[in-house]
C-alpha cells in the first residue's frame, strides 16, 4: 500500500482529551479565537461538492460513518453525492431516502474483468458529470473502484480505512496479487489515506 506517514491522518490511541481549564481573564479571547477559526473553516468548506462511495448501503458501522460525515459536511456548507456500488435494490430503506445514491448496478465481481471495467466505467461517468472536489471511497472494493475510475491529475480520491483487512498480511498468492494489484491502481490515482484508528493505519501502512 501507499506509504501512510504523510498520507494517512487519524487520531493517535493515547490521545488524551483535556478538560478546559477554569475560566480566566484569557478565556473570553480564546472562546473568540475559537470561534473565528470556525467560521473561518465553514467558509473554505461552503461551495465545496463531495463525491461518498461506498460498495454498499445495508446496516452496518461503515454505512452509519458515511451518513455521519455527510450529514456533518452538509452542516458546513458542502454539497455531498453517494454513490453505490451495487442496485437500488439491494439498499436498506434506512438509507434509500436519507442519501437518494447514485446506483452502479455492480455485483461485486471485482475479478471478472468486463463487469470491473463496467462499473469503472459507470464511476468515471459520474464523476465527470458531478465535477466533484473530492472522491471519498469507503471499504475495500469501492477504494480499488475509484482508484480506477480516478484521473490523477484530475480528480482527488480519499479512501477512509474503516478496518484492518486480513489478506493485507496473508502470504496466499491471490493475497500478495491483491496487493500488488491495489498498490498500482492507489498509486495511480494518487489515493490519499484517512484511517479511523491507530490500528488500522498501522495494518494498511505496514502492508
Not at 173 to 185: E, F, M, Q
Request: charged share 25%; proline share 4%.
Amino acid at each position: 500500500m501507499i506509504p501512510c506517514e504523510s498520507q494517512t491522518q487519524t487520531m493517535p490511541s493515547d490521545a488524551t482529551i483535556v478538560a478546559a481549564p477554569a475560566a480566566s481573564a484569557q478565556a473570553p479571547e480564546c472562546a473568540r479565537r475559537a470561534g473565528r477559526d470556525v467560521d473561518l473553516n465553514r467558509r473554505r468548506l461552503q461551495g465545496l461538492r463531495v463525491l461518498h462511495v461506498i460498495d454498499r448501503l445495508a446496516i452496518g458501522g461503515t454505512q452509519n460513518l458515511l451518513v455521519r460525515t455527510v450529514s456533518e459536511l452538509e452542516r458546513q456548507g458542502v454539497e455531498s453525492h453517494v454513490c453505490v456500488l451495487t442496485s437500488r435494490e439491494k439498499i436498506d430503506n434506512e438509507y434509500r431516502e436519507p442519501l437518494q445514491p447514485i446506483c452502479l448496478d455492480f455485483s461485486g465481481e471485482y475479478r471478472n474483468p468486463w463487469l470491473l471495467g463496467r462499473c469503472v466505467t459507470r464511476l468515471r461517468r459520474v464523476i465527470a458529470d458531478l465535477q466533484p472536489d473530492l472522491v471519498h471511497s469507503y471499504l475495500w472494493v469501492s477504494d480499488f473502484v475509484t482508484s480506477l475510475a480516478c484521473r490523477r491529475e484530475a480528480d482527488v480520491h480519499v479512501s477512509h480505512i474503516v478496518d484492518r483487512r486480513d489478506w493485507q498480511a496473508s502470504e496466499r498468492l491471490v493475497h500478495r496479487l491483491r496487493r500488488w494489484v491495489s498498490r498500482r491502481a492507489f498509486g495511480r490515482a494518487g489515493t490519499r489515506f484517512i484511517a479511523v484508528s491507530q490500528a488500522a493505519k498501522d495494518v494498511a501502512c505496514e502492508h
